[in-house]
């Protein structure tokens, strides 16, 4: 059974930095992209960033360009999120998501939640100003 597990949310003053990490087990291969979507208080959930594995091609959204990275170590099935310059606009449970395949849609629809085959169980960051 796949399983996305993240960690390293927490509490952060504006201006701050956290790493998010999602562990994925019980994979046969190598997921075509994976993910980090978001939801805010009071708001759907949106995505953040996304790497296509196969060609580490990234994509951000407008919001957190310039300040959040996402990477992938595939040796140990980890995806991260190094966010940088946190607002409290960043307040959010931050999850992560794959795809086995998206080829057909990672530049052009990234952000279709139901094109993701499996979801983690999200980790919270608060960002205080």
């Known amino acids: 059974q796949v399983q996305l597990v993240e960690s390293g949310g927490g509490s952060v003053q504006a201006g701050g930095s956290l790493r998010l990490s999602c562990v994925t087990s019980?994979?046969?291969?190598?997921?075509?992209?994976m993910a980090w979507f978001r939801r805010g208080p009071g708001q759907e959930r949106e995505g953040v960033a996304l790497i296509r594995t196969v060609t580490s091609f990234t994509s951000y959204v407008d919001s957190v360009k310039d300040r959040f990275t996402i990477s992938r170590d595939i040796a140990k099935n980890t995806l991260y999120l190094q966010m940088n310059v946190l607002k409290p606009e960043d307040t959010a449970t931050y999850y992560c998501a794959a795809a086995s395949s998206c080829r057909s849609w990672y530049q052009t629809v990234p952000w279709d939640e139901y094109r993701y085959n499996y979801w983690g169980q999200g980790t919270q960051v608060t960002v205080s100003s």
């Open positions: 019980g994979v046969t291969y190598q997921p075509n992209c």
